[in-house]
């Protein structure tokens, strides 16, 4: 059955359209069950009736013309339950309904599978013989197996038009897709596709015979790479500010970097052609960057994809013809690159939509940074039947419409006209204080890991930073950064935001985050050798960081030091310790360092109910609300399967949040929030009346959250946060939200969370 299934799905993904994927289903269904009959049903957009739409065994003419309800028929029953239906003698079962037109009087067994895609009901997969015997096991999990196959093809073919000619005989349905919002705002245009320039994973091996001309190729094309991208920065240089101008720097590094050039040489020495020995290079670099929890760190997979395709392009000299362009760009592609992006001239480019990624992308940076929608992550995204095609995007909820009415059009147009309104009056608010009309105040931090976030947070006025990730510069190099490399690095971030304060988070990897010279091996990354864990087995690595980061400080005296993946006292107090040490060694060397605030990292439910306890220990902590979130509802929201049971305002996720506040309160230590939640203007209210002292967010979410906390007292947080504790469901909590926002005008901040 294993090699049938295959045979069939290849088959499938290989059909011209939605009724040839239909027909190739019902063929080898048919013949890999030994069924007389195999048919497919699908509920029409009402959601009440079921439609015949493909079949064989059946009289075809009924084909389009058979409906049933979902209370009538064996079919519908298999739709109303959702679940399976086996019979040997069907025509005696109480919902049995016989269709004259279908011909179907002499089949007696009966086999129905419902068809889900993401807990939506589409339709009914059937087969049917003659004999009046059961169908086996086997039979009916290769039945389900195609059912959940033929979803997927049922996804495809609506978002392309197929579906509603197919299945509604009135066709002009709306087509929507629900993706990752990258960056905030409405874009309407026309679909521009950009494919890979090569493709990494289609290259071959060869011998090769003379490995001098291959390393000769494989330069060049490396350095006409490196030249493609200085003249896109300079594009870019008055569109964009020098900060955000910096991500072609990071690209440029990487290209430079010894762990990635040496890799290519090194295998065209060992006997492979270029193209291949780059392949196998960057496959590597790929799937240590993919093992990450972070996603940040994570979504650096895809920078190292580009730079490989890129300079594959220059090794087989394939060049880029994007033909005449719209006047609204959307851009549309499998996974979107930064370079992508800045090749689209900026008065052409209306948004950014993307199957793959995620708003730690590096093209999510950029949108944001140029102002444009962006949507990211949209699973089953048909990429290449898009071009072309209207869309509207939506980047508040990450959603977009296909081939929109003109109704919907007219009313994303008013959105856009409220949301240029919004951002006016948002702009206002730079340099005023976070603090309530009744004078409660909290400050406004932003979360940083590449220079090229630095200016967007100086420009709207942050309080510091929240959180600083240190651990790229340790990926893209094949040793560790010495003391000096790590200093000046360091000293870029402190210097830049002077006097306020700056956590930097000590270095988080291991376990899911493996160094290429530095390999771990864990069988389960989420809950292995990582963070402080590993940084403690290696006094030798942390005291390296933390004397670097001392040394950084001086003339600043704004380092904050906060120590991830915190389970255990011991764990705090043994990182504090060596703080305290690396402070003596510099001073023994005559660098004299003031002592810098240290904190912990609440993001285990261990941390939570400790939270107290290190507290009396620590000067800060600082809750990473999305790793929390994670553990407490056993929950990868980067996992599109159950990506939406992941909620902030889960309960039991806001009852944690809360004890860690009210633990910090009473060891008076302040508490802050570094994780999504911060940048929810939504949520905020409810930080504010918890007593959180700060919050940290990406910079394009600050003023947003301001906003609101200049519009509500605390005395209206508080009786908010008091309902909200009480909730038992996440929706009800979202609904108290958004009631309470409407009434003060601020709705339009969330709505990114209505439908």
Not at 89 to 103: C, I, K
Not at 284 to 312: I, K, N, S, T
Not at 705 to 717: D, E, N, P
């Given at each position: 059955m294993l090699s049938t299934l295959h045979r069939v799905v290849e088959a499938v993904n290989e059909a011209g359209d939605f009724n040839e994927a239909l027909k190739i289903i019902v063929d080898q269904v048919a013949e890999a069950t030994g069924a007389d009959v195999c048919s497919v049903y699908l509920l029409e957009a009402g959601g009440g009736q079921l439609r015949l739409v493909a079949t064989r065994g059946l009289n075809p003419e009924a084909v389009g013309q058979v409906t049933l309800s979902l209370d009538e028929g064996l079919?519908?029953?298999?739709?109303?339950?959702?679940?399976?239906?086996?019979?040997?003698?069907?025509?005696?079962?109480?919902?049995?309904?016989?269709?004259?037109?279908?011909?179907?009087?002499?089949?007696?067994?009966?086999?129905?599978?419902?068809?889900?895609?993401?807990?939506?009901?589409?339709?009914?997969?059937?087969?049917?013989?003659?004999?009046?015997?059961?169908?086996?096991?086997?039979?009916?999990?290769?039945l389900v197996t195609m059912a959940s196959q033929l979803a997927g093809v049922i996804a495809y073919a609506r978002v392309r038009g197929e579906l509603s000619a197919a299945v509604d005989p009135t066709p002009g349905q709306v087509l929507g897709l629900d993706g990752?919002?990258?960056?905030?705002?409405?874009?309407?245009?026309?679909?521009?596709?950009?494919?890979?320039?090569?493709?990494?994973?289609?290259?071959?091996?060869?011998?090769?015979?003379?490995?001098?001309?291959?390393?000769?190729?494989?330069?060049?094309?490396?350095?006409?790479?490196?030249?493609?991208?200085?003249?896109?920065?300079?594009?870019?240089?008055?569109?964009?500010?020098?900060?955000?101008?910096?991500?072609?720097?990071?690209?440029?590094?990487?290209?430079?970097?010894?762990?990635?050039?040496?890799?290519?040489?090194?295998?065209?020495?060992?006997?492979?052609?270029?193209?291949?020995?780059?392949?196998?290079?960057?496959?590597?670099?790929?799937?240590?960057?993919?093992?990450?929890?972070?996603?940040?760190?994570?979504?650096?997979?895809?920078?190292?994809?580009?730079?490989?395709?890129?300079?594959?392009?220059?090794?087989?000299?394939?060049?880029?013809?994007?033909?005449?362009?719209?006047?609204?760009?959307?851009?549309?592609?499998?996974?979107?690159?930064?370079?992508?992006?800045?090749?689209?001239?900026?008065?052409?480019?209306?948004?950014?939509?993307?199957?793959?990624?995620?708003?730690?992308?590096?093209?999510?940076?950029?949108?944001?940074?140029?102002?444009?929608?962006?949507?990211?992550?949209?699973?089953?995204?048909?990429?290449?039947?898009?071009?072309?095609?209207?869309?509207?995007?939506?980047?508040?909820?990450?959603?977009v419409e296909v081939d929109p009415a003109e109704p919907l059009r007219a009313e994303y147009a008013r959105l856009q006209q409220e949301e240029e309104a919004l951002t006016a009056e948002l702009a206002d608010l730079s340099g005023l204080p976070a603090q309530t009309p009744d004078g409660a105040s909290i400050r406004l931090c932003v979360n940083t890991g590449l220079a090229a976030e630095i200016n967007p947070a100086l420009e709207i006025g942050c309080d510091g930073v929240g959180l600083h990730r240190t651990e790229f510069p340790f990926m893209i190099q094949d040793r560790f950064p010495g003391e000096e490399e790590q200093a000046a690095l360091y000293q870029e971030v402190l210097g830049a935001f002077a006097p306020q304060p700056v956590t930097l988070r000590t270095l988080d990897v291991g376990g899911d985050k493996p160094l290429p010279y530095f390999p771990t091996n864990d069988a389960n990354p989420f809950l292995g050798w990582r963070g402080v864990r590993m940084t403690l087995d290696h006094p030798e690595i942390f005291l390296t960081q933390l004397r670097a980061m001392l040394r950084a400080s001086v003339g600043f005296d704004n380092l904050q030091i906060m120590f991830p993946m915190v389970t255990r006292l011991e764990e705090a107090e043994q990182a504090t310790a060596l703080v305290a040490r690396a402070r003596e060694e510099l001073e023994e060397e005559g660098v004299i360092t003031t002592r810098p605030r240290v904190g912990a990292m609440v993001e285990v439910p261990a941390a939570v109910y400790q939270a107290e306890s290190l507290a009396r220990r620590l000067d800060f902590l600082s809750i990473g609300s999305n790793d929390l979130a994670q553990y407490l509802l056993a929950v990868d929201r980067n996992n599109s399967r159950v990506a939406s049971l992941y909620d902030e305002l889960h309960p039991a996720v806001l009852r944690a949040v809360n004890e860690v506040a009210q633990a910090g309160r009473r060891a008076n230590c302040p508490v802050s929030l570094c994780g999504s939640m911060a940048g929810e203007p939504g949520i905020a209210p409810l930080l504010l009346a918890m007593g959180m002292d700060s919050l940290s967010m990406?910079?394009?979410?600050?003023?947003?959250?301001?906003?609101?906390?200049?519009?509500?007292?605390?005395?209206?947080?508080?009786?908010?946060?008091?309902?909200?504790?009480?909730?038992?469901?996440?929706?009800?909590?979202?609904?108290?939200?958004?009631?309470?926002?409407?009434?003060?005008?601020?709705?339009?901040?969330?709505?990114?969370?209505?439908?």
């Open positions: 079919v519908g029953l298999v739709a109303q339950r959702e679940e399976s239906v086996n019979l040997d003698n069907a025509d005696r079962h109480p919902r049995f309904r016989y269709f004259p037109e279908t011909g179907e009087e002499r089949f007696h067994s009966f086999l129905g599978v419902p068809v889900i895609h993401y807990r939506s009901r589409l339709g009914v997969l059937v087969v049917q013989r003659q004999v009046g015997d059961r169908f086996n096991d086997a039979e009916v999990a290769f990752i919002g990258g960056s905030s705002g409405v874009a309407m245009g026309e679909g521009l596709v950009v494919t890979p320039m090569a493709r990494l994973s289609n290259v071959p091996d060869r011998p090769v015979t003379d490995p001098a001309r291959e390393i000769t190729d494989f330069n060049q094309a490396v350095a006409a790479v490196i030249s493609d991208l200085q003249g896109l920065s300079e594009r870019m240089r008055d569109q964009l500010p020098e900060g955000e101008q910096l991500l072609f720097d990071v690209y440029q590094r990487m290209l430079e970097g010894e762990s990635f050039t040496r890799g290519v040489i090194d295998r065209i020495h060992q006997g492979h052609w270029a193209p291949f020995a780059l392949r196998r290079t960057i496959s590597e670099h790929v799937r240590r960057f993919e093992a990450m929890d972070d996603p940040y760190l994570r979504e650096r997979a895809d920078d190292v994809r580009d730079m490989g395709r890129r300079v594959l392009a220059r090794l087989l000299a394939i060049e880029v013809d994007h033909g005449e362009l719209p006047e609204r760009v959307i851009l549309v592609g499998e996974e979107l690159s930064a370079s992508q992006l800045a090749e689209i001239p900026a008065d052409r480019l209306a948004g950014v939509l993307s199957a793959g990624g995620s708003a730690n992308s590096h093209i999510a940076i950029l949108a944001r940074a140029l102002g444009v929608p962006a949507v990211m992550g949209v699973a089953d995204l048909p990429v290449h039947d898009l071009q072309g095609r209207s869309l509207i995007l939506d980047g508040y909820r990450g959603r990406s910079s394009g979410r600050l003023m947003r959250v301001k906003w609101v906390i200049r519009t509500l007292t605390l005395a209206q947080c508080q009786a908010l946060l008091a309902e909200a504790l009480v909730c038992e469901t996440p929706e009800a909590v979202r609904g108290l939200i958004h009631r309470t926002l409407d009434e003060h005008g601020l709705g339009g901040l969330v709505r990114a969370g209505r439908n």
